[in-house]
């Protein structure tokens, strides 16, 4: 069945950087688009970014544009938020999730989520 | 950054209808599939309508999706205590070349 597990979330200082991963199984990582989305505490689902599965395309939500990277690797079956010069407001319960397709239509599966705290 | 809007909350009685709405534009629900999402308290979000009106595997029938134009709704008839829950709907978006997500709806069971 299919699984996404993330990791790497904390408590990080305002400005700092932080790399959260999300290893895929129970399916075939390399034909699927991937997303990161975001919940702040209290509040609603916030999209945060997509890669493509051939990872020709990569797009981000306004909030994170020029701050936080998405990537991939097919051999690790892994993807990858790189979140750079991170703000309060970046505080969140961070998902990844699988597309229904190979770039973007539609979110399937999500994984159980990680706590990203930005704080000082 | 653009969201569709949905009702902040619904509520009704076992057994009972409740329905709904998410709002959206052109260049989202308008061009694009709406999906639709359950997340119980303290949990991830689960698929519950894809395509605009398909449900996976597993998800009773007692739910159903529909879309018209450059909105949408989402019905639970024969509600239960269960369904107790934030809702929200969801499509890709042409003109950011990312995915939107509605305000989100929690529905209560009187």
């Known amino acids: 069945q299919v699984q996404l597990v993330e990791s790497g979330g904390g408590e990080v200082q305002p400005g700092r950087s932080l790399r959260l991963s999300c290893a895929a199984s129970g399916f075939t990582f390399s034909s699927y688009g991937m997303h990161w989305v975001r919940q702040a505490p209290g509040k609603g689902l916030e999209w945060v970014a997509i890669m493509y599965s051939d990872g020709s395309n990569k797009y981000y939500a306004d909030s994170v544009k020029g701050r936080f990277t998405i990537s991939r690797d097919s051999f690790k079956n892994t993807l990858y938020l790189q979140m750079n010069s991170l703000r309060v407001e970046d505080t969140a319960v961070y998902y990844c999730?699988?597309?229904?397709?190979?770039?973007?239509?539609?979110?399937?599966?999500w994984g159980l989520g990680t706590l990203v705290t930005v704080s000082s | 950054q653009s969201v569709l809007t949905q009702p902040p909350s619904a509520s009704g009685t076992p057994g009972q209808r409740v329905t709904i709405s998410c709002s959206g534009s052109s260049s989202d629900i308008g061009s694009n599939s709406v999906y639709w999402y359950q997340q119980l308290p303290g949990t991830a979000p689960k698929l519950l309508i894809y395509r605009n009106d398909q449900r996976p595997s597993g998800v009773p029938d007692r739910f159903s999706g529909s879309k018209s134009g450059t909105s949408a709704s989402l019905a639970i008839s024969g509600l239960r205590s269960e369904d107790e829950a934030d809702y929200y709907c969801?499509?890709?978006?042409?003109?950011?070349?990312?995915?939107?997500f509605g305000t989100g709806t929690k529905v209560t069971v009187l």
């Open positions: 969801a499509a890709c978006d042409d003109s950011l070349s990312g995915y939107v």
């Open positions: 999730a699988r597309d229904v397709s190979i770039a973007a239509a539609g979110i399937d599966y």
